[in-house]
């Protein structure tokens, strides 16, 4: 059987599963060097903000604004300055000590350099015919799924307070030992989604199928959950976990080498 955990915001959402036969990665990478004497935004933020923002920053996903045009980013400039200056954004909690990951989307210097400098000199808009040609995003799969297993029913979210990590089991769908080459999660809401992460466990008996189970933790002053974890156990949250959603993230490439079965 497949479990699901996701920790979700507001509204609802129904979460879907695709399991693909095909694959692919891309990686881009930026250039070094300080901030461009004169900034604007359609020759030096936008490019930024396509490659490490908008994932997240545009309509329809879990950013609270939008930063697709100089008019919808233009009065958030001096609140993105202060966000990359503190490292905040884009947000990475990987310490930088323990090895160096793909999908790594913190800002090179020489990025946050510029953007604070967009700020600091008004954030001008620059001339039109500067800036690169939109990206076109998908707000479906990225590629044909060959299986999708859904969520039985939408999962309601309350408008406000604090919703614990909720277990939601769906049968598995394979009769047959099967290669799985590729994982995505796809939020039927993803303005309302902070993570949703997917393990495949054994049955148990009594299991009940679809109804979602959460249980409440002890929290402090500021609604942060208080972790009772043992030493010796740190590893147990990540055993047996398949692939995770998180704004902005791609689906989970399995090379044929560590195709899952």
């Not at 995505?184 to 393990?199: K, Q, Y």
């Not at 959460?214 to 692939?243: H, W, Y």
Request: proline share 10%.
């Amino acid at each position: 059987m497949i479990s699901a955990s996701c920790i979700k915001t507001a509204l609802c959402i129904k979460r879907m599963l695709r399991i693909l036969g095909a694959f692919g990665l891309t990686i881009t990478a930026a250039m070094a060097g300080d901030a461009p004497s004169s900034v604007t935004f359609n020759r030096d933020v936008l490019p930024i903000l396509q490659k490490s923002c908008q994932g997240c920053h545009r309509p329809g996903q879990v950013a609270p604004m939008s930063f697709l045009s100089y008019q919808s980013a233009r009065p958030w400039a001096k609140a993105i300055k202060a966000a990359v200056l503190a490292r905040k954004m884009p947000p990475w909690s990987a310490d930088p000590r323990y090895g160096q990951f793909l999908n790594n989307p913190t800002l090179m210097q020489s990025e946050i350099n510029t953007l604070a400098a967009w700020a600091d000199s008004g954030a001008p808009e620059g001339d039109a015919r500067e800036k690169p040609a939109p990206i076109s995003w998908l707000d479906g799969w990225t590629t044909q799924p060959d299986v999708v297993v859904s969520m039985p029913e939408p999962f309601p979210i309350p408008a406000q307070g604090v919703l614990e990590l909720t277990d939601v089991t769906v049968p598995n769908c394979f009769q047959k030992d099967t290669w799985v080459t590729a994982i995505e999660i796809l939020p039927g809401n993803r303005s309302v989604v902070h993570h949703a992460d997917l393990f495949v466990v054994p049955h148990k008996p009594g299991v009940k199928y679809g109804e979602p189970r959460a249980e409440p933790k002890e929290r402090d002053g500021d609604g942060i959950a208080i972790e009772r974890v043992q030493n010796d156990d740190r590893l147990r949250p990540l055993r047996g976990i398949e692939a995770v959603y998180v704004p902005g993230t791609a689906l989970a490439n399995l090379v044929s080498t560590v195709a899952q079965s």
